[in-house]
C-alpha cells in the first residue's frame, strides 16, 4: 500500500500544501488575482480551465452528461447526478 504523507507542493502565500502541482498552481492565483481563463462569448475569466468549460456551455447550451434512465441531459455532470439521485 502507498503512503501519500504530507503534500509536497506547498503555496508560497499561505500554509496550504498540494498533492498535485497543478492544484497548488491554481490555488496560487487566489492570492495574485489571476484568472488566466477567458470566455470567448462575454467578459467572465477563470482560475481552472474546467470553470471556464463549464460556463462555456452555458452559451452553448451543449448538454454532455445523459441520463442513464430518462431522456433528460445536464450541462454539469453535477447536475445529473443530483437529478439521479433525486428522480430515479
Known amino acids: 500500500m502507498w503512503h501519500r504523507g504530507e503534500p509536497p507542493f506547498k ?3 499561505c500554509d ?3 498533492f498535485q502541482r497543478s492544484s497548488a498552481s491554481a490555488h496560487l492565483r487566489t492570492h495574485t488575482g489571476e484568472r488566466p481563463f477567458r470566455c470567448c462569448f462575454c467578459t467572465r475569466s477563470f482560475v481552472v480551465k474546467g470553470d471556464l468549460t463549464r460556463h462555456v456551455r452555458t452559451h452553448t447550451g451543449e448538454r454532455p452528461f445523459r441520463c442513464r434512465h430518462c431522456p433528460r441531459a445536464f450541462s454539469d455532470q453535477g447536475n445529473l ?3 439521479e439521485r433525486k428522480c430515479h
Open 11 to 13: 503555496c508560497s502565500q
Open 16 to 18: 496550504k500544501r498540494f
Open 81 to 83: 447526478l443530483k437529478h
